[in-house]
């Protein structure tokens, strides 16, 4: 299931990769299904990358915050 900010979900992107290596361009594609190319070229580099894995979602927390508030502020 997507996040709720995802403008794709994991049968959108399959559909894409399919697409795309059915021939047809990223522009048409993206068209076809409402999204810009940048977010096609951002798939089909995913699953070139990481394979079928690399179209499941991802958690979008920041893998660091270095100006967290410190743990004594916050208790």
């Given at each position: 299931?997507?996040?709720?900010?995802?403008?794709?979900?994991?049968?959108?992107?399959?559909?894409?990769?399919a697409r795309v290596?059915?021939?047809?361009?990223?522009?048409?594609?993206a068209k076809q299904l409402g999204?810009?190319?940048?977010?096609?070229?951002?798939?089909?580099?995913?699953?070139?990358?990481?394979?079928?894995?690399?179209?499941?979602?991802?958690?979008?927390?920041?893998?660091?915050?270095?100006?967290?508030?410190?743990?004594?502020?916050?208790?």
């Amino acid at each position: 299931m997507a996040h709720a900010n995802a403008r794709t979900t994991v049968y959108a992107r399959k559909l894409i990769i399919a697409r795309v290596l059915a021939g047809h361009r990223p522009g048409e594609v993206a068209k076809q299904l409402g999204i810009s190319r940048q977010t096609v070229y951002k798939w089909v580099r995913r699953w070139r990358t990481e394979g079928a894995a690399g179209l499941a979602d991802r958690s979008s927390r920041p893998h660091r915050m270095p100006r967290r508030t410190s743990p004594e502020t916050v208790a």
